[in-house]
């Protein structure tokens, strides 16, 4: 009986509720002015309205918490992938046609090209300007969000220089002895990782 009573009820309740779109754009305030007044009035006696807004709330806070990158498995990781010569992206461009293949390491031998998921990287090594026989790295990444990805240069389990991305992806490495290193990109929801990159 008790039951029957709830649902006569509710049924002449839901004859004046708002649809629930209506609700939801309420709660999220998304309504014009005009049409908050008369939802709160009816929110006011309206159990079953005020219930499906904490149900929509209940809602909200879980798709919120799993929307969250916080935790680690929603981290992409990618090797990077070297491409083949970097000079074949310049055929047709004139000087760079023809690199000869000992020029892999140093200034002449055009971008080192690599793939990594999304992700597509451009590293050039240059001889630093400002100290003799030392080298930069003028690296490019395309393809993911750059907002706050540092850039890390790494030796062994040290890390040897570190920086942040600028807006399109730039980033620049100086005064680096040659050698092997170990480059990573980390961002809030992917990290790459260049291996063996001679310099
Ligand atoms: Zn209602």
Redesign the pocket.
């Known amino acids: 009986m008790a039951q029957m009573e709830d649902s006569l009820k509710a049924a002449l ?2 004859i ?3 649809d629930s779109a209506t609700l939801g754009n309420y709660h999220l305030g998304l309504l014009g002015e005009t049409a908050v007044q008369p939802i709160a009035n ?2 006011a006696v ?1 159990p ?3 219930r ?1 807004i904490e149900q929509l709330e209940v809602f909200l806070l879980e798709t919120a918490v799993s929307l969250q990158p916080s935790t680690g498995e929603r981290i992409r990781v990618w090797i990077a992938k070297r491409l083949p010569s970097g000079g074949q992206t310049r055929q047709g461009l004139g000087p760079a046609v023809g690199t000869p293949a000992f020029a892999l390491r140093g200034s002449s031998s055009g971008p080192l090209m690599y793939e990594a998921g999304d992700a597509q990287l451009s590293l050039e090594v240059q001889d630093d300007p400002e100290q003799p026989g030392r080298k930069v790295i003028l690296g490019l990444v395309l393809g993911i969000a750059t907002e706050a990805v540092e850039a890390k240069l790494l030796q062994g389990d040290g890390v040897v220089t570190a920086v942040t991305l600028d807006e399109i992806g730039n980033f620049t490495f100086t005064g680096l002895e040659t050698g092997t290193y170990e480059l990573t990109l980390s961002g809030a929801d992917v990290e790459i990782h260049v291996q063996d990159l001679l310099i």
């Open positions: 309740y839901r004046t509720c708002p009816h929110l309206c079953l309205c005020t499906e």
